[in-house]
């Protein structure tokens, strides 16, 4: 049972960076436009590289 | 797929086209669902355009774009370069986004563009000055119109910031719902000793930010609730949070095993959630702000004294005393008198006169109005802003703003529930304290945190925002959830007749004989039909424009015309071939039978014998009669208000069976507000700048297809689809959406009711609360999702 003294605060740490994560992004405007992205990723980069 | 709802498929994207309208045809025939895949198909198939060469863009009509006085109120100053945000209509696939992400590559000014398909917005920022035009002219050779939007304003902004404050609590609350659930877990598997206070102290710390950060948004609504008077649903949620946070705590300290954290974090989640799912749906479409600046951004040519030549500006800049050139087909941007011999105009948004004008030098012109033929020149009176449409638009935004909201069926319910709730933990408080005194207070509080109809509270918000969802995949714009409870309650329905009822266009509807009874397929020989071709050629006047326009399709032969003679405003005769022709308005008694409306006929003499007649008019809508029959039996009256002469709007109402006492005609916009004010409950459908004061006084509006940007600003409800079933198909939905409301209403009070009761006879431990809350929740939740057999075939 004593390894819960340990993993508590590792849980504590990850679960408050997770959530920092998230609010930073949220900040960063990154939720804004969640349709365009998508369309984004599936046109082909060919136009830079001629 | 059904037959009714699909035309053909994108040759391109293979995307489905519901209707032969939506779909764009380029010259070999072939089917696109938009230009970016038109344009992006013309590249893969090699056809007269690469991508070396951007495509062609000649014209200077867009550099208004560029002028100091403009960019003043567009632009957005990023980074020192200059940005400007745009509308773009008809944004349909990926094929759009890459086209229009190419403009970097064509126009090198461009530093970037930023593309929101959600929104249909467009980003763009330059690396030098002075090539906004030069974009926007990019943008219309490749098919896409676009508008301006002006710099974001307080408001936007201010909705912006709401949205991310919003998303971060609901994150919040997320990542400590979940770590106390998992905490709370072993606690309620049995932990013991020191151990399990450790966790309990750790639940309440993950509680606080919910407590304190999280929930912020429910004790401001309640507050500001409380300060209108105005019951909200609110109110119980906040009592079961604070009761249960303090009780939790309480226990805590005294080392009991009673806590709430873990129903009370979920419970915050799920409310969170659902009211930003419905926000979120709810601002998807354009803010009646950004429709207002459209109208004021259309650019228009204004005389230069000292160029001596028209010059473009923007609406905004006109002046009193300006001289403006307005070409056909555009619409008046100001109040001025006309200075050229003569104009014609269609006057129906602001009239609703089904007619085309005949306007002559010195009349009275209005903003809104467009010109048929001929250019006007025109000497502005008054300004966009103080002209009789301006006018109009300030009290509709005046109206809007004072709207009196409605007091929800929900919030309604829970104030009965919360008083007797209340009540009851009062009266059972006052006895049991006699038995025992702690123990009462311990059950009295369970009783008030359990009997919060909290499902309740987020199933609302959910039902609606999957009511809104599915209404704007039909193509119905929503504007907000109050629609459409208002909408459900709607007994009384004024329609607008031109453009509403009818499809607003004057065209040519049928040819008559000139003796006798109908005959369906009446037709005139092929040489008359010429000759008429040839005659009303030479004339500007509407009716002829409208036969010549209809006439060249049938007509094989353009023939000389000798003796000419046009009479203003009579009619117009000529010898074609040594046969006189006489071409004059007539008197028609109007059939009983025939399905159009018809507003003017022509006469044809030839050799003064009557050969035949030319019916003119305005085709009613194929859907009408049918709505207002389905919407008679759905127990709401059915009226007409016009601003059209009697006679049409007699005729309309007799084909759609509609009672005379319904029927008003030759109002103007003021009377039309009037009439509809005076009846509860009320739902008007328009289109024009003269039923939009009409749509923001009464109680629910609805614009159709084609509505001018006013009306779409008054009504709480646009629908892009054809035609006026649609207001049936809302009505329909409205209904729907409420009776699931309501039965969730009755789910949610019988599981509380039985909750509370158990809670007062000291039955439910926070073990079972925990587990009973979540099961109360998925339920409704189910209900909500499955919804009405009219809802789940709605889209289908």
């Given at each position: 049972?004593?390894?819960?003294?340990?993993?508590?605060?590792?849980?504590?740490?990850?679960?408050?960076?997770?959530?920092?994560?998230?609010?930073?992004?949220?900040?960063?405007?990154?939720?804004?436009?969640?349709?365009?992205?998508?369309?984004?990723?599936?046109?082909?980069?060919?136009?830079?590289?001629? | 797929?059904?037959?009714?709802?699909?035309?053909?498929?994108?040759?391109?994207?293979?995307?489905?086209?519901?209707?032969?309208?939506?779909?764009?045809?380029?010259?070999?025939?072939?089917?696109?669902?938009?230009?970016?895949?038109?344009?992006?198909?013309?590249?893969?198939?090699?056809?007269?355009?690469?991508?070396?060469?951007?495509?062609?863009?000649?014209?200077?009509?867009?550099?208004?774009?560029?002028?100091?006085?403009?960019?003043?109120?567009?632009?957005?100053?990023?980074?020192?370069?200059?940005?400007?945000?745009?509308?773009?209509?008809?944004?349909?696939?990926?094929?759009?986004?890459?086209?229009?992400?190419?403009?970097?590559?064509w126009i090198p000014e461009v530093e970037n563009v930023h593309l929101n398909m959600s929104q249909n917005t467009l980003f763009v920022s330059l690396r030098t000055p002075g090539f906004f035009g030069k974009v926007v002219s990019t943008l219309a050779a490749l098919g896409y119109k676009t508008y301006p939007i002006k710099n974001p304003d307080e408001a936007r902004h201010f909705q912006k910031k709401e949205n991310h404050q919003q998303l971060m609590r609901l994150g919040v609350a997320g990542a400590c719902a979940g770590s106390i659930m998992l905490y709370s877990f072993s606690?309620?598997?049995?932990?013991?000793?020191?151990?399990?206070?450790?966790?309990?102290?750790?639940?309440?710390?993950?509680?606080?930010?919910?407590?304190?950060?999280?929930?912020?948004?429910?004790?401001?609504?309640?507050?500001?609730?409380?300060?209108?008077?105005?019951?909200?649903?609110?109110?119980?949620?906040?009592?079961?949070?604070?009761?249960?946070?303090?009780?939790?705590?309480?226990?805590?300290?005294?080392?009991?095993?009673?806590?709430?954290?873990?129903?009370?974090?979920?419970?915050?989640?799920?409310?969170?959630?659902?009211?930003?799912?419905?926000?979120?749906?709810?601002?998807?479409?354009?803010?009646?702000?950004?429709?207002?600046?459209?109208?004021?951004?259309?650019?228009?040519?204004?005389?230069?004294?000292?160029?001596?030549?028209?010059?473009?500006?923007?609406?905004?800049?006109?002046?009193?005393?300006?001289?403006?050139?307005?070409?056909?087909?555009?619409?008046?941007?100001?109040?001025?008198?006309?200075?050229?011999?003569?104009?014609?105009?269609?006057?129906?948004?602001?009239?609703?006169?089904?007619?085309?004008?005949?306007?002559?030098?010195?009349?009275?012109?209005?903003?809104?109005?467009?010109?048929?033929?001929?250019?006007?020149?025109?000497?502005?009176?008054?300004?966009?802003?103080?002209?009789?449409?301006?006018?109009?638009?300030?009290?509709?935004?005046?109206?809007?703003?004072?709207?009196?909201?409605?007091?929800?069926?929900?919030?309604?319910?829970?104030?009965?529930?919360?008083?007797?709730?209340?009540?009851?933990?009062?009266?059972?408080?006052?006895?049991?304290?006699?038995?025992?005194?702690?123990?009462?207070?311990?059950?009295?509080?369970?009783?008030?945190?359990?009997?919060?109809?909290?499902?309740?509270a987020f199933a609302t918000p959910l039902t609606q925002s999957l009511s809104l969802k599915k209404a704007s995949k039909k193509g119905y714009l929503i504007k907000n959830a109050e629609s459409l409870e208002k909408l459900s309650k709607v007994t009384n329905a004024f329609f607008d007749k031109t453009g509403t009822l009818t499809q607003g266009q004057f065209e040519f509807l049928q040819w008559r004989p000139p003796h006798g009874n109908e005959s369906d397929n009446f037709m005139p020989d092929k040489e008359t039909i010429n000759a008429i071709y040839s005659i009303e050629l030479?004339?500007?006047?509407?009716?002829?424009?409208?036969?010549?326009?209809?006439?060249?399709?049938?007509?094989?032969?353009?023939?000389?015309?000798?003796?000419?003679?046009?009479?203003?405003?009579?009619?117009?005769?000529?010898?074609?071939?040594?046969?006189?022709?006489?071409?004059?308005?007539?008197?028609?008694?109007?059939?009983?039978?025939?399905?159009?409306?018809?507003?003017?006929?022509?006469?044809?003499?030839?050799?003064?014998?009557?050969?035949?007649?030319?019916?003119?008019?305005?085709?009613?809508?194929?859907?009408?009669?049918?709505?207002?029959?389905?919407?008679?039996?759905?127990?709401?009256?059915?009226?007409?208000?016009?601003?059209?002469?009697?006679?049409?709007?007699?005729?309309?109402?007799?084909?759609?069976?509609?009672?005379?006492?319904?029927?008003?005609?030759?109002?103007?916009?003021?009377?039309?507000?009037?009439?509809?004010?005076?009846?509860?409950?009320?739902?008007?459908?328009?289109?024009?700048?003269?039923?939009?004061?009409?749509?923001?006084?009464?109680?629910?509006?609805?614009?159709?297809?084609?509505?001018?940007?006013?009306?779409?600003?008054?009504?709480?409800?646009?629908?892009?689809?054809?035609?006026?079933?649609?207001?049936?198909?809302?009505?329909?939905?409205?209904?729907?959406?409420?009776?699931?409301?309501?039965?969730?209403?009755?789910?949610?009070?019988?599981?509380?009711?039985?909750?509370?009761?158990?809670?007062?006879?000291?039955?439910?431990?926070?073990?079972?609360?925990?587990?009973?809350?979540?099961?109360?929740?998925?339920?409704?939740?189910?209900?909500?999702?499955?919804?009405?057999?009219?809802?789940?075939?709605?889209?289908?």
């Amino acid at each position: 049972m004593t390894i819960l003294y340990i993993m508590i605060p590792v849980a504590i740490i990850l679960a408050s960076f997770f959530v920092y994560t998230f609010l930073w992004a949220v900040k960063n405007e990154q939720f804004d436009d969640l349709e365009t992205p998508a369309h984004k990723i599936l046109i082909d980069d060919w136009n830079r590289k001629s | 797929m059904c037959s009714q709802n699909y035309y053909s498929d994108c040759i391109h994207c293979g995307k489905a086209i519901a209707k032969k309208e939506n779909a764009l045809v380029n010259d070999n025939g072939n089917i696109f669902c938009c230009w970016g895949c038109e344009t992006v198909y013309k590249i893969l198939k090699k056809e007269h355009f690469s991508l070396i060469n951007k495509p062609h863009t000649g014209s200077s009509e867009y550099d208004i774009l560029d002028n100091e006085s403009f960019l003043k109120d567009y632009v957005v100053l990023q980074d020192g370069k200059q940005g400007m945000r745009f509308f773009v209509e008809g944004i349909q696939c990926t094929a759009c986004l890459w086209i229009i992400d190419q403009i970097p590559h064509w126009i090198p000014e461009v530093e970037n563009v930023h593309l929101n398909m959600s929104q249909n917005t467009l980003f763009v920022s330059l690396r030098t000055p002075g090539f906004f035009g030069k974009v926007v002219s990019t943008l219309a050779a490749l098919g896409y119109k676009t508008y301006p939007i002006k710099n974001p304003d307080e408001a936007r902004h201010f909705q912006k910031k709401e949205n991310h404050q919003q998303l971060m609590r609901l994150g919040v609350a997320g990542a400590c719902a979940g770590s106390i659930m998992l905490y709370s877990f072993s606690l309620y598997a049995g932990l013991k000793g020191q151990m399990a206070v450790v966790f309990q102290y750790i639940t309440l710390a993950f509680f606080l930010p919910v407590f304190f950060y999280c929930a912020q948004p429910f004790y401001i609504s309640l507050w500001r609730s409380l300060r209108a008077r105005r019951p909200s649903i609110d109110l119980p949620i906040v009592l079961a949070v604070v009761i249960g946070f303090v009780l939790s705590v309480f226990h805590l300290i005294q080392g009991r095993q009673d806590f709430y954290f873990d129903s009370l974090s979920v419970l915050i989640l799920l409310l969170l959630a659902s009211r930003y799912l419905l926000s979120r749906t709810q601002q998807k479409f354009l803010s009646s702000s950004y429709l207002l600046s459209f109208f004021e951004s259309q650019i228009c040519r204004r005389w230069n004294e000292v160029h001596q030549a028209y010059e473009k500006v923007s609406a905004h800049y006109l002046n009193t005393g300006d001289k403006i050139l307005v070409e056909e087909g555009e619409r008046v941007p100001a109040d001025g008198e006309v200075i050229n011999e003569w104009v014609n105009i269609n006057p129906s948004v602001l009239t609703g006169e089904s007619l085309p004008q005949k306007l002559f030098k010195g009349a009275k012109i209005y903003a809104g109005t467009q010109v048929v033929s001929n250019d006007a020149e025109i000497l502005i009176e008054h300004t966009a802003g103080s002209s009789r449409i301006g006018k109009i638009l300030k009290k509709v935004e005046e109206q809007i703003y004072n709207k009196t909201p409605l007091i929800s069926l929900t919030d309604k319910a829970s104030q009965y529930f919360t008083l007797f709730i209340l009540s009851i933990g009062l009266l059972f408080f006052f006895f049991y304290s006699f038995v025992d005194i702690t123990e009462a207070v311990r059950r009295t509080l369970a009783l008030i945190i359990l009997a919060c109809p909290c499902a309740l509270a987020f199933a609302t918000p959910l039902t609606q925002s999957l009511s809104l969802k599915k209404a704007s995949k039909k193509g119905y714009l929503i504007k907000n959830a109050e629609s459409l409870e208002k909408l459900s309650k709607v007994t009384n329905a004024f329609f607008d007749k031109t453009g509403t009822l009818t499809q607003g266009q004057f065209e040519f509807l049928q040819w008559r004989p000139p003796h006798g009874n109908e005959s369906d397929n009446f037709m005139p020989d092929k040489e008359t039909i010429n000759a008429i071709y040839s005659i009303e050629l030479h004339s500007q006047h509407p009716v002829a424009r409208t036969l010549v326009k209809q006439l060249g399709k049938m007509c094989d032969k353009k023939l000389p015309v000798h003796s000419l003679k046009e009479i203003s405003g009579v009619g117009i005769s000529g010898t074609v071939e040594n046969n006189h022709y006489k071409l004059l308005p007539a008197l028609l008694d109007n059939g009983n039978d025939d399905s159009d409306i018809i507003a003017s006929t022509v006469a044809v003499y030839r050799n003064e014998i009557l050969v035949a007649y030319a019916c003119l008019g305005d085709r009613l809508r194929d859907d009408a009669k049918k709505t207002i029959a389905e919407l008679k039996k759905l127990g709401i009256t059915s009226h007409i208000v016009s601003g059209d002469k009697e006679a049409p709007v007699q005729n309309v109402a007799k084909r759609l069976d509609l009672a005379n006492d319904g029927i008003h005609s030759g109002l103007f916009p003021e009377e039309k507000s009037t009439l509809v004010n005076k009846v509860p409950n009320s739902l008007m459908v328009g289109d024009g700048v003269n039923d939009s004061l009409a749509m923001s006084s009464c109680s629910i509006g609805i614009a159709v297809q084609g509505s001018v940007e006013a009306s779409l600003v008054a009504a709480d409800i646009y629908s892009s689809k054809e035609g006026i079933f649609p207001v049936l198909d809302l009505t329909l939905l409205s209904k729907n959406t409420l009776s699931i409301i309501k039965r969730n209403l009755v789910i949610s009070f019988i599981y509380n009711f039985t909750a509370g009761i158990a809670a007062l006879f000291g039955y439910i431990s926070p073990l079972i609360a925990a587990v009973l809350m979540p099961v109360s929740s998925i339920v409704i939740i189910i209900s909500t999702i499955t919804g009405t057999k009219f809802m789940r075939n709605f889209n289908k």
